[in-house]
């Protein structure tokens, strides 16, 4: 018994040691807190705000990621941060807006990924270069798309940015936008002149990828737009996607533009022998196989090719009934 007690004395010493040390530790923390609060009071009674953001920006906001880059700027801070106030003091005491980190990275780009407006404005009235790449080839306007933030968005087409990639390789901001289902975006893009059909090896199409990510609105307004129902990536149709994710509201939506049924993919299978078997898609594309197409479905496919996709914008001024113009569009 004594044994025990005499063993345990030394762990409960242990134990308590240890104790002692966590609140040491907590202690030392909770100075160290108190003592850089009082430092940021003290900058913000001296009116140096800057100081007092780069101090909390430094020791509070480390878990986040983004705030510990050495070669960031103040600008790509107050940017990201959506400061504006700070953003314009700091353009006003001469700081470069086309400041870059190593990988390219603008104080724009900041503006844009997190859908600071504002900032994104100042920073293009200072004269930012709104075609900035980064070294993956993103641009500030890739970022708007991934964002939603169609303000931006909008912003920067006004100001002469690029549209769409310069090249196949570089991520595309109307398949960005696509597959996160922006749809106001998508249509800004192809207002400002990007190519509904604008295909890269590995993501096909905007529409191709539009149907793998299940975005209906999406999917409806590049078909609106003209894109082509049968593009998807060279190994398979949109079709052909949408029947593998089992989205019977998109394979409708391909069917009534004129999506081939019978197209054959890379391994020669069907759309119907994509589906997920014994899905509501598999046994809606059946009976669509066995039902003959109605006279005037295959006249409006027959009349629309015959326009043109450049020219089919122009279906609302032609000399026709309503419902006829209506009934052509899709509506
Ligand atoms: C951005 O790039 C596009 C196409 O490369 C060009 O037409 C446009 O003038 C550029 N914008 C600016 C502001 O440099």
Request: neutral net charge; hydrophobic residues 40%.
């Amino acid at each position: 018994m004594r044994e025990t007690t005499e063993d345990y004395r030394p762990f409960a010493a242990q134990l308590s040691n240890v104790y002692l040390t966590i609140l040491a530790l907590f202690c030392f923390k909770l100075f160290v807190r108190i003592t850089l609060n009082l430092l940021t009071h003290f900058y913000i009674i001296k009116g140096n705000r800057k100081e007092a953001a780069r101090i909390s920006a430094e020791f509070y906001d480390n878990g986040q990621g983004h705030g510990s880059w050495a070669d960031r700027s103040p600008l790509h801070d107050a940017a990201s941060q959506g400061r504006l106030l700070a953003l314009k003091t700091l353009i006003a005491q001469g700081h470069s807006v086309n400041v870059l980190t190593i990988d390219h990275i603008s104080p724009l780009h900041e503006a844009c990924v997190r859908s600071h407006f504002a900032c994104a404005r100042a920073l293009i009235d200072a004269g930012a270069n709104v075609n900035v790449t980064t070294i993956d080839g993103v641009t500030p306007l890739f970022h708007a798309c991934s964002a939603g933030s169609l303000a931006c968005l909008e912003l920067l087409l006004q100001s002469d940015a690029r549209p769409q990639a310069l090249a196949i390789f570089q991520p595309s901001p109307i398949h960005e936008a696509v597959s996160r289902g922006h749809s106001k975006c998508v249509e800004a893009l192809l207002a400002w002149g990007a190519d509904v059909d604008y295909e890269i090896p590995h993501m096909g199409t905007p529409l191709y990828s539009a149907c793998r990510c299940k975005e209906f609105i999406c999917a409806r307004m590049l078909l609106d737009e003209g894109a082509n129902v049968q593009r998807g990536t060279h190994i398979e149709t949109p079709l052909h996607a949408a029947a593998q994710k089992d989205c019977v509201s998109i394979v409708k939506l391909l069917l009534e533009f004129g999506a081939d049924i019978n197209a054959r993919n890379l391994e020669y299978k069907r759309p119907v022998e994509v589906a997920p078997p014994g899905s509501l898609t598999e046994g809606f594309l059946l009976i669509y196989e066995a039902t003959p197409r109605s006279l005037r479905h295959l006249c409006r496919q027959q009349i629309r090719e015959s326009m043109g996709r450049s020219r089919l914008h122009l279906l609302p001024h032609l000399p026709l009934p309503k419902a006829m113009k209506n009934f052509l569009q899709y509506r």
